[in-house]
């Protein structure tokens, strides 16, 4: 058994932030994205995995490289062209064995990964997807199952009276992986709208597994900040880079002078600096290296690598990225999401 990460996207709606760093190695506290994945992999004893990408592959593989380091074999099918869901998968097929699992790379959970798996084997489904619920069906396609859990219909953006669930697909699959033959190769195709309806047609069994736990598609602005204040607040459960400290979370190579206020909950990051006067949280996240001068404030925001917030500075539902400077007296407002190498200059103010 091998994985499929789905990891080709541009991360358009996260942007400034992805136009330096493609999406699957952003920062989620003190890790890159991709390795929360690679851990609830390893739960079901995959460490081959397959990382389909297209949008800087080069930051990725300085990253991840082979996965010798982090205990995986990593392999990557990169897109010369774009290629959709299915025709990633499609194109993965080389390294692949007799059963896939397949994950969107935008999603964050805490499903159980084992009991998917033992599902989709005992069930003898040919496919297995993972349906989570949601609040507001409407805006999603909606999938229909039996009582049995097998998929009868997938319905596009469904009109009120045709909401008869609250289950959406939640982006992860167990294929097998004979399946794939079905997808044409190297074409742009659709792993929800061809592959799985195309399943159906031939009344193949298609399966379902429904997790109402934790979910989040972390592709915009505001879910990644949300998914920070959920690793904060122990909403979804990370064992971090740090020590135990008032109500948060500082690396033993962090240096937080005496004097600072820290206000649960908060994670300070290797080669921070927060400068006495200085006041970080609640709900704040210094990731690496970045330093915090006397009197400024940080609160509900990720703060990036080499990043600098001069004194008295305000940074508050933020996000700030790479090698940032905030000057002396200036306020990041909520909403504010700042590129690589921004500068708000003295006593300036994001709108």
């Not at 049995?148 to 045709?162: M, N």
């Not at 940080?298 to 090698?323: C, F, H, K, N, Y």
Request: net charge negative.
């Amino acid at each position: 058994m091998k994985a499929v990460i789905l990891a080709g996207g541009e991360g358009t709606r996260l942007r400034p932030l992805t136009l330096t760093l493609p999406k699957p190695v952003v920062p989620v506290v003190d890790r890159p994205f991709l390795t929360h994945q690679l851990d609830l992999l390893s739960r079901v004893g995959v460490t081959e995995v397959v990382f389909s990408i297209a949008y800087q592959p080069d930051r990725v593989r300085r990253v991840f490289g082979d996965g010798e380091r982090i205990g995986r074999r990593i392999h990557y099918a990169v897109e010369e062209t774009p290629l959709g869901t299915g025709g990633a998968v499609r194109n993965a097929l080389p390294f692949l064995d007799d059963t896939t699992i397949v994950f969107n790379g935008d999603v964050l959970t805490d499903v159980d990964l084992p009991a998917v798996v033992e599902r989709h084997r005992v069930s003898g489904a040919r496919a297995t997807l993972v349906l989570t619920p949601v609040s507001n069906p409407s805006a999603y396609g909606l999938v229909e199952t039996d009582a049995a859990g097998r998929v009868q219909r997938f319905i596009e953006k469904p009109q009120p009276s045709q909401i008869t669930t609250d289950t959406i697909n939640a982006g992860i699959y167990v294929l097998d992986t004979s399946s794939l033959e079905l997808m044409p190769a190297a074409t742009n195709y659709s792993i929800e709208r061809g592959f799985f309806p195309g399943l159906l047609e031939r009344g193949d069994h298609v399966g379902a597994f429904v997790h109402r736990g934790y979910w989040i598609d972390i592709g915009t602005p505001e879910k990644y900040l949300q998914v920070h204040r959920d690793v904060l607040g122990g909403r979804f459960p990370v064992a971090l880079d740090g020590r135990p400290r008032d109500g948060g979370w500082v690396h033993p190579e962090a240096r937080v002078e005496e004097g600072a206020e820290l206000v649960g909950p908060f994670y300070v990051g290797p080669g921070c600096q927060v400068r006495a006067g200085a006041r970080v949280g609640p709900d704040a996240v210094l990731t690496r290296d970045v330093a915090v001068e006397r009197g400024a404030r940080i609160a509900d925001s990720v703060v990036w690598e080499g990043s600098r917030i001069a004194e008295d500075a305000a940074v508050e539902g933020a996000l700030v990225g790479t090698s940032v400077r905030i000057g002396r007296n200036a306020s990041a407002r909520p909403g504010a999401v700042l590129g690589e190498g921004t500068h708000i200059t003295d006593h300036s103010r994001t709108a």
